[in-house]
């Protein structure tokens, strides 16, 4: 099948799109992509909804979504199903869920295709975080580039998700085939800071942070948080570390960017202690890869190579739109997309609803 697939990621940066071939088990081939940023005042409006599981924010938020959804959708030919991932508003999977703002019912009519969204909720019911979603697809990719070791993947967004693969299991959904979770804040706090301190987007280059100095013991207390003392799977809501701009609140802005990029990479370092044996690399996807200072402070805390998923023949920027293509057909074929090593829910389960043109009632 050609399948689309979009994601609305953490960092609220935009939307990107990317197409791929697969049958929902082999991916046979990757196709173009496309990326189209949220304006300024649209991301006010999502940030304004963040962490809010209803009321009208909420609604402009998914309005904000969908918009920007079908815009850049409707630019793709010959798509046969979409996975639409929408934007994460509020996580809270063992309180009150999970929500993702965008309504897959109202893309399928626009688009005229089936649309497969929603992803997270039936995990969760079933006792799952509803988070990462990402390592089924992993798993595709390591047999892909034809992994002969266990190796890891990384996802540096606005959070951090690991995802431990062994590629000589047959199926993602078998014992032992992944090990997947949530390692931290990545970006977000960063980017939140940069806004906060100099009303840019982010820190390019990770310029600001290499002019600074780490306050070790930030990153001791930041460490001390309970998430790190919970075994995986686990997951986590964008703003869970909301303590941590409070705590480099007094620092200068470079101090202050260096020690919260000393955070994300710490967390990756108490992630790798979990992997069930040694990864041959760690291959780092999403924007943070683009920060060489986190890069390094990363490579300097691991034991394996470190390297962008380019040096595999992917595409980091596009990794998880892919992902969600790759999932939106195995929920077409009726294959799961969770499994207990990736999420903790209780069985192996597909999660995601699929709509069709034409099932729309507005009343
Ligand atoms: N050149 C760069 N220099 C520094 N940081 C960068 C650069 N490019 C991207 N980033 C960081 O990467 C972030 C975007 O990453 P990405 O698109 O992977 O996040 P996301 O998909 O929105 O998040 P998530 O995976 O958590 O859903 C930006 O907000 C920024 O912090
Ligand atoms: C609830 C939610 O949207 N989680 C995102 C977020 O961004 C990164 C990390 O936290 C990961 O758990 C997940 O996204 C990726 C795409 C995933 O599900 O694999």
Redesign the pocket.
Known sequence: MRALGA?S??SLDGVDAAMIETDGETVTGFGEAAYRPYSDDERAVLRAALGRWEGPEVDAAAEVVETAHAELLATFEDVDVVGF?GQ?LA?DPRGRG?L?AGDGRLLAEVLGRPVVWDF?SADVRLGGE??????FFHFALARHVGAAAPLAML?L?????LTWIDPAAARPEDTGALLAF?TGPANAPIDDLVARRTGERRDEGGALAAAGEVDERIVERFLGHAYFYRMPPK????DAFAALAEAVAPLSDADAAATLTACAAAGVMRAMEHCPAPPERLLVTGGGRHNPVLMAMIEAGVDCPVQPVEAAGLDGDML?AQ?FAYLAVRVARGLPTSAPGTTGVRAAVGGGTLSRPGELVVA
């Open positions: 994601m990621g953490t991932h994460t996580h999970t993702q997270r509803g988070a990462p979603l990402a390592p996802n967004g606005g959070v951090g998700n949530d997951s986590l809501d964008r998880e992902a």
